[in-house]
């Protein structure tokens, strides 16, 4: 399993107003304008079964699907696996600000913030976009631990099963369910 540290400092971004961490309304001001924790990339098939977690799990049908490519993400499991494999790693699921934190850190290594989001999302406010899941970018979805005004749901996130970031926006999320376990494109990373 390959970690990364961030250290970042969210800079002067216009189009952050007054960030909530209340279910549903991420509305963009960050919490804390500096930042330092590790993170790991899309937990693969390979990882999760080797672990104690993975070797114990009921979802024998994804397991076929491993064994062919072993390093595809770990998808169709459900929340409280994904936690428990995290656990191993004295580690934890993500909640949506940190989400949010290593894709801004990604973004402003390589682009001026503002002119990223400009050339994306025009002039609409942070608001407007922000629950449009129609829009959502990556070729899967990532788990948080932040916890929707959904019944029994969780925020989840654009993801990438390559990890190339790039073309993925913060800002956009939508619920999943936390009792499922058949979500084939949920997957999940790891932060401590």
């Not at 989840?156 to 790039?166: A, H």
Request: include cysteine.
């Amino acid at each position: 399993m390959k970690w990364h540290e961030i250290n970042g400092e969210i800079g002067n971004v216009k189009y952050f107003n007054a960030f909530n961490m209340l279910p549903d309304s991420f509305i963009f001001k960050p919490a804390r304008n500096k930042f330092r924790f590790k993170f790991t990339d899309i937990v693969s098939c390979n990882d999760f079964l080797e672990s104690k977690v993975g070797r114990v799990s009921m979802f024998d049908n994804y397991r076929a699907i491993c064994k062919i490519d072993k390093d595809s993400p770990m998808v169709n499991i459900s929340l409280l696996d994904a936690k428990n494999y995290c656990s191993l790693l004295n580690a934890r699921i993500p909640n949506e600000q940190e989400w949010f934190e290593i894709l801004y850190t990604y973004i402003t290594n390589k682009y001026n913030f503002n002119e990223w989001y400009i050339t994306l999302h025009g002039n609409k406010d942070v608001n407007e976009i922000l629950l449009d899941s129609n829009m959502m970018l990556g070729n899967g979805f990532e788990m948080t631990s932040t916890v929707s005004n959904k019944p029994i749901s969780n925020i989840m996130k654009g993801g990438d099963v390559i990890n190339d970031l790039s073309h993925l926006d913060p800002f956009l999320k939508a619920t999943f369910n936390i009792t499922s376990n058949s979500y084939s494109n949920l997957m999940f990373r790891c932060v401590r």
